[in-house]
């Protein structure tokens, strides 16, 4: 149905008069710029505040580049690849597609932080929820850049790399599983992006057109949470001793859920947490360096934060439960038979 | 039109209010997402001209983090510049999803989840909790952005070590593991902390480096083991400094908390001997010639 007049929107600035805006941006940028050269150099602040901070811009510092570059794949899916282009290539059976999608990561290697914008985008472009989180929880484990960094840090001992692998990619596809049995897979949404997708659907103008405005939309949607996250992170890591999980390391058990918790609180890339926890080695067994290797990369408190902005709350509770057994149970196989 | 679309139309309008506070709402929208993109990314950039991104990650992610940077600069300069759409809030419930722009309540729901406003939802508490927590977090990434703009970089400082447990970990990659060696013709000249360290760790006779010449800088932390020792500590970072190992070799040195405060930057000059203190953890410490205070390295981790 035509739009009546009174629907038609009223362009303030229609499309030649780009130039006011534009300005206004650029004096921003400007005025950003001197801010932060005429910072002072020297300001007394508390020790632990500064610490605090440091550890939490350096988390972030460290993940800005993966979240644009998550946003712009997500550009490029929803915006650019004609429709069918990925879909095509996918099996129809549900298991073997999940199966096929949770692979994806092997073409598109971001890591954890960059894959929920990149996410969202999948189920803006169609995919379905249990398709979409089976490709958010495989996609930062089952990629290239982190199958090579796992094995320049341990090699094929203990086969912590193919426990990593298939860890990853079983459990990913057993989330994806039992959500793909949820009777209204939406609901697993939050109500603000479920409405986002209602809306993607109906988007209408050139395509740089639409790629500037998602890129608003996705920023809008992650830069809060991954802010909140990482301070998040930064705050456990001046909270919590790390020397008292260390101590747990030589228990088969107890060395387990150590390194568990840590991958919870810390918060670090998949893609370098190999050379992170390997520093580890020799105080944890192997099946604790595994959990820590498949949990990190699926739950922690930076990427909970950024996963709400997409999913409820109950669906989160879901599937951090899922994730700690599953790994929990891994890590105790794995130390029982290596 | 159903009363439950309705019942969300009005639940909507209560939302978005007259135009002008939906033009608030936009302008917010734009600034709590492409703003704040654009204010990290440029405090970014500049810790990157500035040589200063050191301080938060490995330099070897500088050319990933400067280009992805400046790309977020360009995209939010092109969010914030594009002309802004006012829609009329009189069409019809069919062109609701027409409208171009979210609203800040839009992202109190996804900061929340909360379903109130756009569902209709009855309950006033829950609406209300949410509005808070949305503004509560609008307000924090606004503060946060403004102190990451004007706060001055720092490194972390000793408390960080001592929480971390200093040489708790190995930190025996391979690349350690090709360079660090005990031999008779070793070169140590080029040994950092980290090497040192290592090499006291992996060793099973550490007792042959005894009068080994070594220098280093590098921030003092309390031994444990020795109140005459004080550990020569440098940070470790292999990808951001979340990840951080404090690093660290022992330095006997009767007296020093008269001298020097714990997360003081000194050199140390001298050379490895037994430890004359058998409490001691290792059978060996560094027995040094001179302790100078030095200011703070400009790159004050290893890597």
Known sequence: MPPSDSARATVRNPSGSWRTPAIGAGIVLLVLVAIRALSPEQLDLPQAFNDFFTLTLSVLIESLPFIVLGVLLSILVQVWLPAGVIERYLPANPVLRRACISLLGMLLPVCECGNVPLARGLIMRGFTVPESITFLIAAPILNPIVIVTTHAAFGWDSGILVWRILGGFVLANLIGWIYSRHPRPTSLLTPAFEEACRREEHTHGTRLGRSVEQFQTEARAVMPALIIGCSLAGAVQVLVPRSALVALGTNPVLSVAALMLLALVISICSNVDAFFILSFGSTFLPGAIVAFLVLGPVVDVKLLALMRTTFTTRTLTQITLIAVLFTGALGLVVNLVS | ?303
């Open chain 2, 1 to 303: 039109m159903s009363a439950d679309t309705g019942r969300r139309d009005a639940a909507r309008d209560r939302a978005i209010g007259t135009d002008g506070s939906d033009e608030t709402n936009e302008r917010g929208s734009r600034w709590l997402g492409a703003g704040l993109i654009l204010v990290m990314s440029v405090c970014a950039l500049w810790l990157t001209v500035t040589g200063q991104l050191a301080i938060y990650v490995n330099p070897g992610n500088t050319p990933f983090i400067a280009t992805m940077s400046s790309i977020a600069v360009v995209l939010s300069v092109a969010v914030l510049a594009r002309p802004r759409v006012r829609h009329d809030h009189h069409h019809e419930h069919e062109h609701d999803h027409e409208h171009e722009h979210p609203h800040l309540d839009d992202l109190v729901h996804e900061v929340d989840g909360s379903t109130s406003a756009l569902t209709g939802d009855p309950r006033p508490t829950r609406r209300v909790l949410s509005g808070v927590l949305g503004v509560a977090t609008a307000a924090f990434c606004a503060i946060f952005a403004l102190a990451f703009l004007v706060l001055p970089p720092r490194a972390l400082s000793a408390s960080v070590a001592e929480i971390r447990d200093v040489n708790g970990g190995l930190l025996l990659t391979d690349a350690t593991d090709q360079t660090v060696q005990l031999a008779a013709d070793a070169d140590y000249s080029t040994y950092g902390l980290r090497e040192w360290a290592a090499l006291l760790r992996q060793s099973t006779h550490p007792e042959s480096l005894i009068a080994t010449p070594f220098e280093a800088i590098g921030f003092v932390t309390a031994s444990d083991e020795s109140e005459d020792s004080f550990v020569l500590t440098r940070f470790v970072v292999s990808h951001c400094a979340i990840d951080a190992q404090p690093v660290g070799v022992t330095v006997y040195s009767p007296g020093w908390e008269e001298r020097f405060e714990v997360g003081a930057w000194v050199t140390v000059d001298g050379s490895f001997a037994t430890a004359p203190d058998s409490s001691a953890g290792s059978p060996v410490s560094v027995a040094p010639e001179s302790v100078d205070p030095t200011p703070e390295p400009d790159v004050p981790y290893e890597y």
